[in-house]
């Protein structure tokens, strides 16, 4: 059975001069190929994850999102009152002379 049955699926790999050249050093020191380093560094690499710190933020995360959410709904209401109390003022304009609202206008100055 040849490699390519065994590992039928290629990765083009980009990296730079000097990457390509610790990699193959680090592969001619083990006495495997690159490929082969690159497998086992997939293989046996561990990320420095603390799951519990990030189950910790990830609540906090959605604390959060819970009270800009109350924050949003409660300036949604003011807005709404807001626009109400406009509404009623836009009724009552009509009502109002221009010498009356929102205060007395000054007599017109000769000039």
């Known amino acids: 059975m040849s490699i390519t049955a065994t590992r039928p699926k290629r990765i083009n790999l980009l990296v730079s001069e000097e990457e390509k050249q610790a ?5 001619k020191a083990a006495g495997i190929s690159s490929s082969e380093l690159i497998r086992r560094a997939v293989e046996f690499y561990e990320p420095d994850v603390d799951w519990e710190e990030l ?6 995360l959605g604390n959060m999102a819970d009270r800009m959410e ?3 709904d409660a ?5 709404k ?3 109400a109390e406009l509404e009623e003022l836009r009724k009552a304009a009509p009502t109002l002379t221009a010498t009356s609202w929102p205060f007395p206008l000054p ?3 000769d000039v």
């Open 75 to 79: 300036l949604a209401e003011r807005t």
């Open 81 to 83: 009152a807001r626009r």
């Open 23 to 27: 990699i193959d050093a680090k592969a």
């Open 55 to 60: 189950s910790y933020l990830a609540d906090e």
């Open 107 to 109: 007599e017109k100055a």
């Open 70 to 72: 109350a924050k949003l």
